[in-house]
């Protein structure tokens, strides 16, 4: 049984508290700033103590998870440097930026720490230990970028005190993880909200523009919704990559604009054709960020009870769902659920069923 002190008492690192309460015997403490977070935490026995002396509960832990904003986490590895440790300590993150946070970590000079920075790559629209949940990492990717005094057997201690999160374990440097992850998530975000705003913009001309934004635009656009605060900081820990990423983006345009200005539409169907190959191949057998997931589609009817139907049925016969979400429905008309699932076998088990009973579906092989 080791002592795990969790910095930061959000949504992931609520989350990571609550996945090791519930799979393992370990001693958990919680440090937050927020008397009311450290309370609810308590209370709900998510943590066995809370702290508000991080200085304290640090030095006695055997590991300590920082589960801040970058900026905080940053700051925290900064005051570590500075403690006197007299027992050995492996200390992580949660960073999704790992560049600046390395290289605070790379310059704690104690024997006693090793640092292994970590980014568990799952969250929700929701924040707040009170959103936590002790799934919430089930198949995702987690990596880990070690420092250079962290030797395997560290990594491998790490790897078994997290086990319980049933993450897959990924190793990568720094930048490796940056650039990768301004690509995937980061840079996205800044998209979504450029196409939210712009849409803003035009409403001025066109005040229908709020009534017709459905289905593609909505979903495009719903990482815009995320907590501008987190983001922020985000964007500001990893501006290097992320600026290089809207030169990318711009060049990008200007050869979308120049194909549209000079009509090249063979030029365009190929652009289009490229794009949608490697989308839909990004999911298949793990590759990329994207889960493999296996979706059906299910026409269902604007009428009450329509979605808890198909949700029982699939329930009754054992069959497993992943995620579940509403693509198109309007008063009156039929409307499209996409049920993902995470094996072939329950997404062709569940297509057999709902056509039995009398729906219309589609496979996306």
Same mark, same amino acid.
């Given at each position: 049984m080791k002592k795990v002190l969790i910095a930061g008492l959000g949504l992931i690192g609520g989350s990571l508290a609550a996945n090791l %309460?519930?799979?393992? +015997? &370990?001693? +958990?403490? !919680? $440090?937050? &700033?927020d008397p009311q977070t +450290? %309370? $609810?935490a308590k209370d709900q026995q998510i943590v066995d103590h809370v702290t508000s002396d991080f200085e304290r509960a640090i030095q006695q832990a055997d590991v300590c998870i920082l589960a801040c904003p970058v900026s905080i986490t940053v700051d925290l590895i900064a005051r570590i440097k500075t403690m006197p440790f007299k027992r050995p300590i492996v200390i992580t993150d949660v960073a999704s930026v790992k560049g600046n946070v #390395? *290289?605070?970590a790379e310059s704690i000079a104690s024997p006693y720490v090793t640092f292994i920075g970590g980014h568990p790559m799952a969250g929700s629209h929701k924040k707040g230990i009170q959103a936590a949940k002790s799934h919430l990492f089930e198949n995702a990717i987690y990596v880990l970028s070690p420092t250079k005094k962290a030797t395997?057997? &560290? @990594? *491998?201690q790490l790897k078994n005190l997290l086990q319980s999160t049933q993450s897959k374990f990924v190793v990568l440097d720094a930048m490796e993880h940056d650039e990768m992850t301004s690509v995937i998530s980061h840079f996205p975000h800044l998209v979504a909200s450029a196409l939210v705003n712009q849409a803003h913009t035009w409403q001025e001309k066109h005040p229908m523009i709020p009534t017709l934004a459905a289905g593609g635009f909505r979903d495009i656009t719903r990482? *815009?919704?995320?907590? /501008?605060? #987190?983001?922020?900081?985000?964007?500001?820990q990893n501006k290097t990559i992320l600026s290089r990423l809207i030169d990318d983006w711009m060049h990008e345009m200007k050869t979308l604009k120049t194909l549209l200005d000079h009509d090249d539409q063979a030029a365009m169907y190929h652009y289009l054709e490229q794009a949608r190959e490697y989308r839909d191949g990004l999911?298949? %057998? !793990? %590759? !990329? *960020? @994207? /889960?493999a997931f296996y979706d059906l589609y299910v026409d269902i009817f604007d009428q009450s009870g329509a979605l808890e139907k198909v949700i029982s049925l699939l329930a009754k016969a054992s069959i497993s769902i992943k995620n579940i979400e509403i693509l198109e429905i309007r008063e009156g008309i039929t409307g499209v659920l996409r049920i993902s699932f995470t094996s072939q076998e329950d997404q062709l088990a569940s297509h057999r069923l709902l056509v039995k009973e009398g729906y219309e579906t589609m496979l996306e092989a």
């Open positions: %309460k519930n799979h393992t +015997l &370990h001693e +958990l403490t !919680g $440090y937050d &700033h +450290l %309370k $609810y #390395m *290289a605070m395997d057997e &560290h @990594i *491998a990482i *815009a919704s995320s907590n /501008p605060s #987190m983001w922020q900081d985000i964007f500001f999911d298949r %057998k !793990g %590759k !990329g *960020a @994207i /889960p």
